[in-house]
């Protein structure tokens, strides 16, 4: 299994930043894709950002082009998001997905709340 903690999370004015974190712990699959999905209030679950392990490519919703950056300490196996000009729609529970390239298998963290205000 896979342990997944997330931790950032937080409230923030509009034009703010905040840095997500995710650890990863137990059995990680080696070449696996972590990321970031969020989910707001009546709205289903959205990917926001994914990183490929071994230096693989990023994904980003057009959402959050050019103000969030996704990257990865493999050694660390943490993935971070850094969010920069944040708007009252980026707020949501964030949360941290990690899923091996071969197979089905998924798993989640717990979830961090971000709230922006206007």
């Known amino acids: 299994q896979v342990q997944l903690v997330e931790t950032g999370g937080g409230l923030v004015q509009a034009g703010g930043s905040l840095r997500l974190s995710c650890a990863a712990s137990?059995?990680?699959?080696?070449?696996?894709?972590m990321g970031w999905y969020r989910q707001a209030p009546g709205k289903q679950r959205e990917l926001v950002a994914v990183?490929?392990?071994?230096?693989?490519?990023?994904n980003y919703a057009d959402s959050v082009k050019g103000r969030f950056t996704i990257s990865s300490d493999n050694a660390k196996n943490t993935v971070y998001l850094q969010m920069n000009s944040l708007k009252p729609e980026d707020t949501a529970v964030y949360y941290c997905?990690?899923?091996?390239?071969?197979?089905?298998?998924?798993?989640w963290g717990q979830g961090t709340q971000v709230t922006v205000s206007s």
């Open positions: 137990g059995r990680i699959p080696s070449i696996n894709v």
């Open positions: 997905n990690l899923r091996p390239v071969v197979g089905a298998s998924t798993y």
């Open positions: 990183v490929g392990s071994g230096g693989g490519g990023t």
